[in-house]
């Protein structure tokens, strides 16, 4: 049985941890160091979704952006998903996600998508209520909170992502 190969975008505001989600889903292993991404760094991760088949996820972890220019709509082409990462600690970062929703499902013509809350081991720095997120699951959105330091919940997003492009 062949394997299916899928491209997956991570995109969201500068610092949110979506090099750290990454590394911690591909490597097993997250750094304090904070490096910022230039451009695109890209990973692979297959797996096998219980009854449903294997896939293999082309990870594409794009710089940070408050927007998406004529350069950074390049890398999304051909994706087929994306998962929008927030700061739980940092409420602009949420509007910025909500924007570069906007722009991506234009682009991409409105595929699976996860929204990831990462860094809830900070959760008393948190500037995003319940309520919030609340209204965005009302929407029909997947809603993951992780922390990609503890590693907590960072399997449970991409698998959902992953079980997504299986149906």
């Not at 692979?44 to 350069?71: E, H, P, Y």
């Not at 709509?73 to 739980?88: C, E, I, K, N, S």
């Not at 940092?90 to 996600?97: N, Q, S, V, Y």
């Not at 995003?128 to 029909?140: H, S």
């Amino acid at each position: 049985m062949a394997i299916l190969t899928k491209k997956i975008c991570l995109i969201g505001d500068f610092a949110v941890g979506k090099t750290s989600l990454v590394s911690r889903y591909v490597h097993g292993i997250f750094s304090d160091r904070y490096l910022t991404t230039i451009g695109v760094k890209i990973d692979t991760k297959q797996l096998t979704i219980s009854g449903r088949g294997s896939i293999k996820l082309v990870l594409w972890d794009i710089a940070g952006t408050d927007r998406f220019s004529t350069m950074d709509t390049h890398y999304l082409r051909g994706a087929a998903a994306y998962l929008l990462v927030v700061d739980g600690t940092r409420r602009d970062t949420l509007d910025t996600a909500l924007q570069l929703k906007k722009s991506a499902d234009q682009f991409l013509n409105s595929p699976p998508f996860v929204m990831i809350f990462n860094k809830t081991d900070l959760q008393d720095e948190w500037e995003i209520t319940d309520a919030e997120l609340q209204r965005l699951q009302r929407k029909g959105w997947n809603i993951v909170r992780t922390s990609a330091k503890q590693g907590s919940k960072v399997e449970h997003a991409f698998g959902l992502i992953a079980s997504s492009l299986l149906r």
